[in-house]
């Protein structure tokens, strides 16, 4: 069973006066706590604003047990690793039970995503970016359609005639868009309706 996160409660005639009682007890800046205002009291002293708050850290530490857990909870288990950086964090998991974890075409591994991001929804109330990946599957399949984007790319500057790709989720999607925008020749855009939405990548005009 996976115990119930840390959270912190504070108080303060005003929730800026309570924000900056959780910042001097925890020795955390305001974006590393997910704060949510729980209630005001109005007593004979005054009012009184009750905030609850998740350090990031203690979030980050949550979400690996959670992944653990659903995991084992497969039958499996694993090894998993965290890089933080400034604006996301990454949850990398290393199993001998990669593609099974996987799935065909990365759909186990979009529902873990999924699972994951609903849990976090639950517990803060503004965004956490994370990604998950398994043994680097998300990484190297980045890396194949950057190639894909760019080989294609170069064959529709030549011919001059647009070149449909396979359907793709929103994820890959902004892969190929990201990876051409800079492009002078050529531009992309998203057709079709989900789950069949595909890029198209088009010649410039002169």
Do not use: W
Request: proline share 2%.
């Amino acid at each position: 069973m996976l115990e119930m996160i840390e959270k912190s409660k504070y108080t303060g005639r005003t929730k800026e006066e309570a924000i900056n009682q959780a910042k001097l007890s925890l020795q955390e800046t305001e974006n590393n706590l997910y704060i949510r205002e729980l209630e005001t009291k109005t007593g004979l002293f005054g009012k009184k604003v009750e905030i609850e708050v998740i350090c990031r850290d203690d979030l980050i530490t949550y979400v690996k047990k959670f992944l653990k857990q659903l995991i084992e909870n497969m039958g499996l288990s694993s090894n998993l690793e965290v890089k933080k950086r400034e604006d996301t964090v990454l949850f990398t998991i290393y199993s001998d039970h990669n593609s099974i974890l996987i799935g065909k075409n990365g759909r186990t591994l979009d529902a873990i995503t999924t699972i994951t991001k609903q849990m976090v929804q639950n517990l803060v109330n503004r965004p956490f970016h994370f990604t998950i990946d398994i043994g680097e599957y998300k990484k190297q399949h980045e890396n194949r359609l950057v190639r894909l984007a760019k080989r294609v790319a170069k064959e529709v500057a030549s011919s001059k005639i647009e070149a449909k790709l396979d359907p793709m989720n929103s994820y890959e999607r902004r892969i190929i868009h990201t990876t051409l925008a800079e492009n002078k020749y050529v531009r992309t855009e998203s057709e079709g309706e989900e789950p069949n939405r595909y890029v198209v990548i088009k010649p410039k005009e002169d």
